[in-house]
């Protein structure tokens, strides 16, 4: 069974630039979450999505936004890049409770290196 | 924030049982404890999840206070490859399909050593 792909592995990206990075979920799996990993703030999230709509959001600039397909295939991006914004961009997807009424972990892909010079 | 409190590193020898504690005395009684791991520049990996009972799988054992104020992660015969940060996450999980999402804290670095 495919685990969550996420592309690209790496991206180097000028300040001001935009970023758009895929994720793609379990098969089956409805919800996508997307979360920020760096060295001094840890892993914060950002948002989850959940049959095409935003269902939460974490506390970051409207630079950041997401969507999700029809195929549960999940994009975030981020415009106008800080050097802050480098960081480990982690994607997770879970069966959902909505869906199975059961409790499930979320199952995370190995993330996209994004580095902003 | 986070709503756990773990140390920030723990050693263990290879072979041996890790005991993870972790604490979270402000926790609800519909939140479920977490523990996802984090090897390095890797996505964290979920291990094990529980309420109120003791829960096993084929990766760990999971003990949670009669009081559900504190749990603790155990690898019962610890690897090199088991050295990661550990995550104890508090969760709120919605039957009826609210948000879901994952506080994580700063987790413990588990050592094993040879």
């Known amino acids: 069974k495919a685990g969550v792909t996420q592309t690209p592995r790496y991206l180097i990206k000028t300040r001001g630039q935009q970023v758009t990075l895929s994720c793609s979920p379990i098969?089956?799996?409805?919800?996508v979450s997307w979360y920020q990993q760096t060295p001094g703030q840890g892993l914060q999230f950002l948002f989850e999505?959940?049959?095409?709509?935003?269902?939460n959001k974490g506390n970051f600039p409207g630079r950041f936004s997401g969507r999700q397909f029809s195929n549960s295939r999940s994009e975030m991006n981020v415009s106008t890049l800080e050097l802050g914004d480098s960081a480990l961009y982690l994607c997770?997807?879970?069966?959902?409770?909505?869906?199975?009424?059961?409790?499930?972990?979320?199952?995370f892909g190995s993330g996209t290196r994004l580095t902003v010079v | 924030d986070a709503k756990t409190t773990q140390p920030p590193s723990m050693d263990c020898a290879e072979g041996r049982a890790a005991n993870l504690p972790c604490n979270h005395s402000?926790?609800?009684?519909?939140?479920?404890v977490y523990w996802y791991r984090q090897i390095h520049s890797q996505g964290p990996q979920y291990i094990i999840h529980?309420?109120?009972n003791n829960e096993t799988n084929e990766m760990a054992s999971l003990i949670i206070t009669e009081d559900r104020k504190s749990s603790t992660l155990i690898l019962p015969h610890a690897t090199l490859r088991d050295t990661a940060v550990y995550y104890c996450?508090?969760?709120?999980?919605?039957?009826?399909?609210?948000?879901?999402?994952?506080?994580f804290g700063k987790g413990t670095k588990l050592t094993v050593n040879p």
């Open positions: 996450i508090v969760r709120v999980d919605s039957i009826q399909g609210g948000s879901e999402k994952l506080v």
């Open positions: 402000t926790i609800s009684g519909n939140e479920y």
């Open positions: 529980g309420l109120k």
């Open positions: 999505y959940f049959s095409e709509t935003q269902r």
């Open positions: 997770a997807s879970s069966l959902s409770a909505a869906v199975s009424h059961k409790i499930y972990g979320y199952t």
């Open positions: 098969s089956g799996h409805r919800s």
